[in-house]
C-alpha cells in the first residue's frame, strides 16, 4: 500500500505545480490590484495621483495578461482563491494602526511597501514564466521580457514614492529616539 501513495504522488505532473504556482499569483494579482486602486485613490497631488493611476492601469493589464498566460497552457483559474485574495485585501484594511477611523500617517508608507513586495513577487513570476518559456512554444518570451521591463519600472516607481513618503512621515535624517 505504500508504493501506491508513491505513484500517485509522482503522477502530480509538473502542469498541476504549474497550475497551482499560477492561481497562487493570480490570487496576489487580484490582491495587488485592490490595493492599487486604493492606493491610486488616496494619493493626492498631480505628480503621484497621475503616476499611481497609471501603475493602479498597469497592474490591471498585468493580471489580465496572467489570465491570458493561464488560459495559453490550460490551467483553469481556481476562483476560490481569487476571491479569498480579495477578501483578504478587504481585511487588510482593518489593521490597528493607531487611528479608528481615518487614515494613519502610516498607511501611505505602509500601502507602498506592500504594493512594491507585490510587484517583486509579481517579477519573479514573470522571470519564471521566462524561463519555461525557452521550453514551451505556448509562451511568448519577447511578451514576458516586457511583462519583466514593466514590473522593473514600476518597482523603481513604487521605490521613489516609498521614499518621499518614509521622508514625510517618519523623516529621513531623524534620529532613532529622537532628541
Not at 519573479?124 to 509562451?139: C, I, K, P, S, Y
Request: aromatic residues 2%.
Amino acid at each position: 500500500m505504500a508504493g501506491a501513495g508513491t505513484a500517485a504522488q509522482a503522477r502530480r505532473s509538473g502542469h498541476d505545480l504549474l497550475g497551482i504556482y499560477l492561481n497562487d499569483h493570480l490570487a496576489g494579482a487580484t490582491g495587488g490590484l485592490e490595493l492599487a486602486r486604493r492606493v491610486a485613490g488616496s494619493h493626492r497631488g498631480p505628480a503621484a495621483d497621475n503616476a499611481l493611476q497609471r501603475l493602479a492601469a498597469e497592474v490591471a493589464q498585468d493580471r489580465a495578461a496572467l489570465e491570458d498566460i493561464m488560459g495559453a497552457l490550460g490551467i483553469p483559474v481556481r476562483v476560490y482563491k481569487v476571491y479569498a485574495a480579495w477578501i483578504g485585501e478587504k481585511a487588510a484594511r482593518l489593521k490597528l494602526n493607531g487611528h479608528l477611523l481615518a487614515r494613519s500617517p502610516l498607511s501611505d508608507l505602509e500601502e507602498l511597501e506592500m504594493l512594491r513586495l507585490g510587484v517583486e513577487g509579481k517579477a519573479a513570476g514573470w522571470r519564471t514564466l521566462r524561463v519555461l518559456a525557452e521550453t514551451d512554444n505556448r509562451l511568448d518570451p519577447d511578451r514576458l521580457d516586457e511583462l519583466i521591463a514593466r514590473a522593473r519600472g514600476q518597482a523603481d516607481l513604487l521605490e521613489e514614492l516609498r521614499v518621499r513618503a518614509a521622508s514625510q512621515v517618519i523623516g529621513l535624517g531623524a534620529t532613532v529616539g529622537g532628541s
